[in-house]
């Protein structure tokens, strides 16, 4: 399978998101609204559970399943009160002392006028700067297409997963393509120039780990997200954390010098 044809995969109408393994894989969860500041965007969904016993927040990113909810919740496309908002429920964690959970599934953050407006880019700024210091343990899981800054915002994180058809790129392949080779048509070529699929993530020490999907059923591979999620934060847990700190603003100080 070519770095084109996962990003199909990832970009799947029926492919399931990060609210599905939620609900699948946190106990109790009850979501929580708004930034506080301008309104709720139905983009991100965050709240409060329990993993196997443990308190956590988790934040993901929607897309909607139905054409109607799809818009509602503008097709995964965060606006800056989405990311106000999942930084004020990371917030919240530390204070609490709370783990945090991040599912990316995403094609970028909406650009349109009015997020603009509203200071889209200090927002994802915010949430990259804010992250590199949060006083909790981090786990971000790349769970279909984490596009652009608009993923990153919600994957400085001290252990990153990455499903196996999963992709986790700067910019869209077809973007790639119409701004290098001035024809959107080299969209496959470029995905393989962009080395976006998980095995080049995981090769290239973006991506900590990667689940398995093939051959797999979605329950299947929820109950090896749980276990592998269970696994990283009793281990990132027992770190200190001034050490825990260091160990993840170095992970991403090393991306590029590869």
């Known amino acids: 399978m070519n770095a084109y044809e996962k990003v199909g995969i990832a970009r799947a109408a029926d492919r399931p998101m990060g609210n599905w393994y939620i609900s699948r894989i946190i106990d109790?969860?009850?979501?929580?609204?708004?930034?506080?500041?301008?309104?709720?965007?139905?983009?991100?969904?965050?709240?409060i559970g329990f993993l196997d016993g443990m308190p956590v927040t988790c934040i993901t990113m929607n897309r909607g399943d139905t054409i109607e909810d799809r818009i509602k919740?503008?097709?995964?496309?965060?606006?800056?009160?989405?990311?106000?908002?999942?930084?004020?429920?990371?917030?919240?964690a530390e204070k609490f002392q709370r783990p945090v959970i991040c599912f990316v599934g995403s094609p970028g953050a909406y650009c349109g006028i009015g997020a603009e407006?509203?200071?889209?880019?200090?927002?994802?700024?915010?949430?990259?700067?804010?992250?590199?210091?949060?006083?909790?343990?981090?786990?971000?899981?790349?769970?279909g297409e984490g596009g652009s800054g608009g993923a990153l915002a919600l994957s400085v994180a001290d252990k990153i997963f990455m499903f196996?058809?999963?992709?986790?790129?700067?910019?869209?392949?077809?973007?790639?393509?119409?701004?290098?080779?001035?024809?959107?048509?080299?969209?496959?070529?470029?995905?393989?120039?962009?080395?976006?699929?998980?095995?080049?993530?995981?090769?290239?020490?973006?991506?900590?780990?990667?689940?398995?999907?093939?051959?797999?059923?979605?329950?299947?591979?929820?109950?090896?997200?749980?276990?592998s999620i269970i696994s990283e934060l009793s281990l990132l847990s027992k770190q200190s954390m001034p050490r825990l700190l260091a160990s993840r603003y170095g992970k991403f100080r090393a991306i590029g010098t590869l």
């Not at 109790?28 to 709240?47: M, P, Q």
């Not at 992709?167 to 119409?178: F, K, R």
């Not at 969209?187 to 095995?199: I, V």
């Not at 080049?200 to 059923?217: G, H, T, W």
């Open 28 to 47: 109790n969860f009850t979501e929580l609204h708004g930034d506080r500041r301008y309104s709720d965007d139905g983009a991100i969904v965050g709240g």
């Open 164 to 227: 196996e058809n999963a992709v986790y790129s700067v910019i869209s392949p077809e973007g790639c393509a119409s701004i290098l080779y001035k024809d959107s048509s080299k969209a496959p070529e470029a995905a393989e120039a962009l080395r976006l699929t998980a095995s080049d993530l995981y090769r290239m020490k973006i991506a900590d780990a990667i689940i398995p999907e093939s051959y797999k059923a979605p329950e299947e591979i929820a109950r090896i997200l749980k276990k």
């Open 117 to 143: 407006e509203r200071g889209q880019g200090q927002a994802i700024a915010e949430n990259l700067w804010e992250m590199c210091a949060l006083k909790t343990p981090i786990i971000s899981v790349v769970v």
């Open 73 to 92: 919740r503008n097709f995964g496309c965060p606006s800056p009160e989405g990311y106000r908002k999942a930084l004020r429920l990371m917030k919240q």
